[in-house]
């Protein structure tokens, strides 16, 4: 028996929260520390902490009970972690706290996941409008005219411009109304950052989106039942980008994820 379009919603939905509550989630981040050539300390964190060409360096001693990952016997001296955008990207932790490394535009920086987070225990479920079938709709995708990604630089949440790679655009009719979004390559499929009429009032300042591929007439499909919440909803230490321009639609989305819910 196949499950329908509203119970295969009812399980993505009930995945996204277990996700996000996970024991190293999105709202157990308590802290994202940008680091420099110069060795430093992070609060809250044993050792000597810098970048290089390589990626994150970490000086400590064995007490210090910080292990990178696929090994057994904690650091004791110098140890390399290699960020996120590297294709053998390390982690370490140091009892259940997780160390992450990530690089964003050049820079690196370490990310501290606390299973104690208050946001963590504080999570009572995040608030989403009912499954409406009307809100997911066809769509177009045309890519750029180059057919390659362009860079337009959109605001973050943690207060900096940063460049945002972006390859095409959406049409699609909602209500009678044709509108278009800004769209990015999201491994084989699509996603999007938006914001509309709702935004920052009934749900959060803005969301993303998800698309399949499209096929090789640019079909897909647009489901805003499956707008979700970005990540700096449940931590601000992340760094999420901001709707590129064209991007904020001028009427009410009343589908998908809305506001994170707290105890």
């Known amino acids: 028996m196949t499950a329908t379009a509203a119970e295969e919603w ?3 939905s009930d995945g996204r929260a277990a996700a996000v509550s996970s024991p190293h989630g ?7 520390h940008w680091l420099e050539p110069e060795p430093t300390e992070i609060p809250g964190l044993p050792g000597r902490w810098w970048v290089d060409a390589e990626g994150v360096r970490l000086r400590a001693a064995a007490g210090d009970g910080i292990t990178v990952a696929g090994t057994t016997a904690p650091v004791d001296g110098e140890a ?4 996120d955008t590297d294709p053998a990207a390390d982690t370490a932790s140091r009892g259940e706290l997780l160390l992450v490394p990530i690089e964003r535009e050049g820079e690196l920086a370490l990310r501290v996941f606390d ?3 208050p946001g963590r225990a504080a999570f009572a479920g995040i608030s989403a409008y009912p499954y409406s079938p009307e809100w997911a709709v066809p769509a177009i995708f045309t890519p750029f ?3 390659d990604d362009q860079a337009v630089v959109v605001a973050n949440a943690d207060g900096k411009e940063r460049p945002l790679a972006v390859t095409g655009r959406i049409a699609f009719t909602v209500a009678g109304e044709h509108r278009t979004l800004t769209v990015s390559r999201a491994g084989n499929g699509l996603s999007g950052v938006i914001a509309d009429a709702s935004s920052g009032t009934d749900t959060y300042r803005f969301r993303f989106i998800t698309l399949p591929a499209p096929d090789a007439d640019g079909h897909t499909v647009v489901d805003f039942n499956r707008a979700y919440l970005p990540p700096c909803a449940f931590a601000d230490h992340f760094i999420c980008p901001f709707p590129p321009p064209g991007n904020r639609l001028d009427f009410a989305v009343e589908a998908g994820e809305k506001q994170v819910l707290t105890r």
């Open 26 to 32: 999105p709202l157990a981040l308590t802290g994202t």
């Open 80 to 83: 390399l972690l290699r960020p």
């Open 115 to 117: 299973p104690d987070a």
């Open 145 to 147: 005219g180059s057919g």
């Open 10 to 12: 009812k399980h993505w």
